[in-house]
């Protein structure tokens, strides 16, 4: 997954935040080891201090790995016990296929991370941190002197993308989890394998394109409207109504006839109370 894999380190992030553990406003020092990282860097020194926010920025913008280094540092002690850590969170996360030696991407034969788990990581964050998301779609960031521009080839064209992140090692090739937004409509999608950058920017920028040229979101349920009921066990009443507790949509192909059949399925029934 290369950098694209700096998503579950960001997870980590967003979540110590949210749960106390760090506010954005916590300096850390930087350490020998972090700052002698190789590969794409926020060009952290030896000792210097920086936020927590910062280290966010470094990440997520620059790609920084010393800036993943530093901050698995300061919440675990060592890379390794974070690295730990992130394969813990993602099992509780329902990433299935996804195992991390490191907190950066960097290659090794124990660091992988499968599409679909990619798609599942980069929805959670939005959905888990909606407070937090804003920081994908920042375009720049400036560290010791130093401006960089976020890597994701899609901010700026007016096609409603925010987000995600961006990965690139020999091993991976070019890869992009990216997000989009427009209307109430929005697309996550994941483009990897590519051999360059500029391949990487035209097909997320096709694919993204498709998505909203040739399907449509179509409501097939509103919310509260009662679509059926099923059996009660040891209840007063007999059955129980079932409705959506939001609008439900299904996405359709623009051209064409699409057969829409519905039906419920349930495992047992309703027990008594509930």
């Known amino acids: 997954p290369a950098s694209m894999s700096k998503l579950m380190t960001i997870y980590m992030i967003f979540d110590a935040l949210k749960t106390g553990r760090l506010n954005l406003e916590d300096e850390i020092k930087v350490s020998k080891e972090a700052a002698s990282?190789?590969?794409?860097?926020?060009?952290?020194?030896?000792?210097?201090?920086?936020?927590?926010?910062?280290?966010?920025?470094?990440?997520?913008?620059?790609?920084?790995?010393d800036a993943c280094i530093a901050f698995a540092e300061s919440l675990s002690g060592t890379e390794r016990e974070f690295a730990s850590e992130m394969n813990e969170r993602a099992r509780a996360l329902g990433l299935k296929n996804s195992l991390f030696s490191n907190s950066t991407g960097w290659p090794d034969t124990n660091h992988y991370m499968t599409a679909e788990d990619l798609i599942i990581l980069a929805v959670k964050?939005?959905?888990?941190?909606?407070?937090?998301?804003?920081?994908?779609?920042?375009?720049?960031?400036?560290w010791n002197g130093i401006t960089q521009s976020n890597r994701n080839p899609l901010l700026g064209l007016g096609l409603g993308a925010d987000g995600l992140k961006t990965g690139h090692t020999e091993e991976a090739g070019y890869?992009?989890?990216?997000?989009?937004?427009?209307?109430?409509?929005?697309?996550?999608?994941?483009v990897a394998g590519l051999n360059s950058s500029v391949g990487r920017a035209n097909e997320a920028e096709k694919l993204l394109?498709?998505?909203?040229?040739?399907?449509?979101?179509?409501?097939?349920?509103?919310?509260?409207?009662?679509?059926?009921?099923?059996?009660?066990?040891?209840?007063?009443?007999?059955?129980?109504?079932?409705?959506?507790?939001?609008d439900l949509f299904i996405l359709r192909p623009?051209?064409?006839?699409?057969?829409?059949?519905?039906f419920i399925q349930y495992d047992e029934f309703m027990r008594a109370p509930f």
């Open 125 to 142: 964050i939005r959905e888990d941190f909606p407070n937090l998301y804003n920081y994908f779609k920042e375009k720049s960031f400036t």
């Open 37 to 65: 990282k190789g590969g794409s860097k926020m060009f952290l020194e030896k000792g210097e201090i920086v936020s927590i926010e910062n280290l966010i920025r470094g990440i997520i913008i620059q790609s920084g790995n």
């Open 254 to 262: 623009i051209v064409g006839d699409t057969i829409i059949k519905s």
């Open 209 to 246: 394109k498709w998505a909203y040229r040739d399907f449509k979101a179509q409501k097939i349920a509103a919310e509260g409207e009662v679509l059926g009921a099923i059996p009660t066990w040891l209840g007063e009443k007999k059955e129980v109504s079932l409705a959506p507790n939001e």
């Open 175 to 190: 890869g992009l989890v990216g997000s989009a937004k427009r209307g109430n409509r929005r697309v996550t999608f994941i």
